[in-house]
Nanobody
Framework: QVQLVESGGGLVQAGGSLRVSCAASGLTFSIYTVGWFRQAPGKEREFVAAIGGVGMITYYADSVKGRFTISRDNAKNTVHLQMNSLKREDTAVYYC???????????????????WGQGTQVTVSS
């Protein structure tokens, strides 16, 4: 049974940093693309970042480029999202998602991903 479990969310002041992590089990992790999405109250879920199976390919939404960094440790079946220079508009529930890397389609398309975590809340205060 595949499980994705996010952790590391919390409350941080604007301009601060936070790292959220996604721990995976029940799959051959290194052949899975992992993406991060977020959903703010009253808004649709949006793409944040994604990373290929061996970590050579990364992709970011324009809104987080230069501030967020996605990385993975395949030995620990974990993906991290380091978030710096946080803004109030980064407040959302952050979800990680995974799909076999041979799946087609854009990294930013949520329909590509067939496994999802339960989410972790990130709140940025002014």
């Amino acid at each position: 049974q595949v499980q994705l479990v996010e952790s590391g969310g919390g409350l941080v002041q604007a301009g601060g940093s936070l790292r959220v992590s996604c721990a995976a089990s029940g799959l051959t992790f290194s052949i899975y693309t992992v993406g991060w999405f977020r959903q703010a109250p009253g808004k649709e879920r949006e793409f944040v970042a994604a990373i290929g199976g061996v970590g050579m390919i990364t992709y970011y939404a324009d809104s987080v480029k230069g501030r967020f960094t996605i990385s993975r440790d395949n030995a620990k079946n974990t993906v991290h999202l380091q978030m710096n220079s946080l803004k109030r508009e980064d407040t959302a529930v952050y979800y990680c998602a995974a799909s076999p890397q041979h799946y087609g389609g854009s990294y930013s398309n949520s329909a590509r991903y067939n496994f999802w975590g339960q989410g972790t809340q990130v709140t940025v205060s002014s």
